[in-house]
């Protein structure tokens, strides 16, 4: 399986060489074999390409970006979402968003809900495209309906267990039903009686009737209805009997116009199934597409295990900035820009790959390296004490919020005689080119002071609890009338000034590659790491008491933050969103 890895520089890497919107399809002497030459086009778009330049479908690009509401989206629908949008905005087409609502169980508006937050969030816009496959279930019964009077399905008696047990396996063709004869009249008596909740779930379905030699288990007479009575999220107790989702999906694409269904490559086997329905009813056929979904190492992606995760709490919630749901990726900080960067680096394959973990989190800092205003937080705070700094004197220092974009602005920053600074910032016994606070040490404080170490204050344990420090008044703003060099620069807050507030300090969730090849015996919950969140009682700047929920900053030299909506206005929260370098292959290592 490839492996897609972070590059090492920044290097950008440009979105795929296709039509912006608004722009003319390719002339109708283009090639497939042109489009897949040029740089930067992947094999779906080359696909369209060809289309478009055969006059098929009309020139039209209509996609669709079908979810199940049966969960929260997660980053694996974050590459669907950017491809479905993103061709139909780039051909100039349509794209819907549609609900494949077919399992009442499972399914519930909460999920619609965050669904639609998250495609918004993401960059989507289906404008007044928002369709249910629940909108269909008069249409869907009655194609069913048809394909019982053409002889193509048959209601079956035989349990769910059975009918695997019928099916066969890769090397043996599967056995016929005993109910597989009944006469057009007999099945559509039972497929009414069905709808009509004569039944009990599981007493009997619908199958489609195909062939039960196939080589291709899929076409082994699918069952296209079965009976569920139980109340639907949008059509109540209308209905207890529900199609099966390869029967829905082609059908609701063959409604909606869609012209390319694109999916991931566990739809391959299907896409026969997809073919037979749309051409057995003689209804208008788009053209299923597969694509290779995303793996990400360290994390999991399967909506079991997500859900899992979330009921035996393991995690806080679908949300939770652990998780890596849209919803959970939002609340950590992740911005949608970054998002759409990495999916567009990690492309479009056939055939199935892993990405780093890395890669994600190389974007997540590229893109807040640029737009994140900076200001200052201690995270494991010392007291430094100026002692030849005056008692009671407050004064400001100017300090702008990006070093390199006057447009962000600056803020005024409180100093004072008792300030804090890292704890990591100062060592007794300094190692060889150490260049922060050390006995006899002189450093910056950012964009205020030099200040020198006299002093470590130490506890019966031999901690030490206090710095005593002198400053050089000549040096204020950071530099040095005499032009003398300093070697480092740390960062600080006012001690009486400063905003106390919960930092939460995120990890992967896994503390190995690949959770989901758990040994026999072994769960991928066995890999939960126990170090995926620590929480600490930082010091920050008071200008971060107006920052609002959602906003991010760079805490200088420790990482990237986001607010998160647990902040009340006496105690703000915050999440780590990254480091501002990848440390987590270091410790890896270390480990």
């Not at 519930?108 to 960059?123: A, F, K, M, N, T």
């Not at 009249?185 to 009990?200: H, S, Y």
């Amino acid at each position: 399986m490839e492996r897609i890895m972070a590059p090492e520089t920044k290097s950008t890497v440009p979105s795929p060489a296709a039509p912006a919107a608004g722009s003319p399809s390719p002339s109708s002497n283009a090639t497939a074999a042109e489009s897949a030459n040029k740089p930067g086009v992947d094999f779906i778009r080359a696909r369209i390409m060809e289309d478009n330049a055969t006059g098929r479908y009309g020139g039209k690009v209509h996609t669709r970006f079908p979810p199940e509401p049966n969960g929260y989206l997660h980053l694996g629908h974050a590459k669907s979402i950017c491809l479905n949008f993103g061709v139909a905005n780039e051909f100039n087409g349509l794209c819907n968003l549609r609900f494949d609502d077919t399992n009442p169980t499972k399914e519930e508006q909460e999920y619609v809900d965050s669904i639609r937050e998250d495609v918004h969030w993401l960059g989507g816009d289906w404008q007044d495209r928002e369709f249910y496959a629940s909108n269909y279930f008069e249409q869907l019964y009655e194609y069913a309906e048809q394909l019982i009077k053409m002889g193509k399905a048959y209601v079956d008696d035989l349990s769910a267990e059975e009918i695997r047990e019928h099916r066969g396996t890769l090397t043996e063709p599967g056995r016929e039903s005993p109910w597989r004869n009944r006469s057009v009249e007999e099945n559509l008596d039972l497929f009414r009686r069905m709808r009509a909740g004569e039944f009990a779930d599981g007493e009997r379905v619908l199958r489609a009737k195909i062939n039960m030699a196939s080589p291709n288990l899929v076409m082994r007479d699918p069952t296209i209805y079965r009976i569920r009575h139980a109340e639907h999220h949008r059509t109540g107790n209308d209905w207890c009997i529900y199609p099966m989702y390869d029967f829905t999906h082609c059908l609701s694409d063959s409604i909606e116009g869609i012209t390319h269904s694109l999916c991931t490559l566990e739809f391959v086997n299907n896409r026969e199934l997809y073919d037979w329905v749309l051409e057995t009813l003689g209804v208008y056929h788009p053209q299923q597409i597969e694509f290779a979904r995303l793996n990400l190492t360290y994390t999991v992606l399967s909506k079991r295990k997500l859900i899992q995760l979330v009921k035996e709490g393991h995690v806080q919630g679908w949300d939770d900035p652990r998780m890596p749901t849209l919803s959970g990726l939002r609340r950590r900080g992740v911005p949608p820009e970054a998002l759409r960067e990495f999916c567009s680096r990690i492309g479009l394959a056939r055939a199935d790959s892993t990405v780093e973990y890395s890669m994600l989190e190389f974007c997540v800092r590229e893109h807040l390296n640029a737009h994140a205003a900076r200001v200052m937080a201690v995270l494991d705070p010392i007291k430094v004490v100026i002692e030849n700094y005056p008692e009671g004197q407050v004064e400001e220092f100017d300090m702008p919020f990006h070093p390199e974009d006057e447009s962000y602005g600056s803020r005024k920053v409180p100093f004072s005689r008792e300030i804090y600074v890292e704890r990591d910032d100062f060592r007794l016994d300094p190692p060889k080119k150490y260049h922060r606070l050390a006995p006899g040490v002189e450093v910056r404080l950012r964009y205020a002071y030099f200040i020198t170490c006299r002093e470590a204050v130490l506890d019966e344990n031999g901690n030490v609890t206090e710095l005593r420090c002198v400053y050089d008044p000549e040096s204020r703003g950071g530099q040095s009338p005499d032009g003398r060099k300093v070697k480092g620069t740390i960062h600080w807050v006012s001690g009486a000034h400063a905003l106390p507030a919960e930092v939460r300090l995120y990890e992967q969730l896994f503390s190995v590659e690949n959770p989901n090849a758990a040994p026999e015996g072994q769960s991928f919950l066995d890999y939960i790491n126990p170090q995926s969140l620590t929480v600490v009682e930082g010091l920050l700047e008071p200008a971060l008491a107006e920052l609002a929920v959602g906003r991010k900053v760079q805490f200088e030299r420790l990482g990237y933050f986001c607010k998160d909506k647990d902040s009340t206005a006496e105690r703000p929260v915050f999440n780590r969103t990254a480091t501002l370098r990848d440390t987590w292959a270091k410790l890896e290592k270390k480990g």
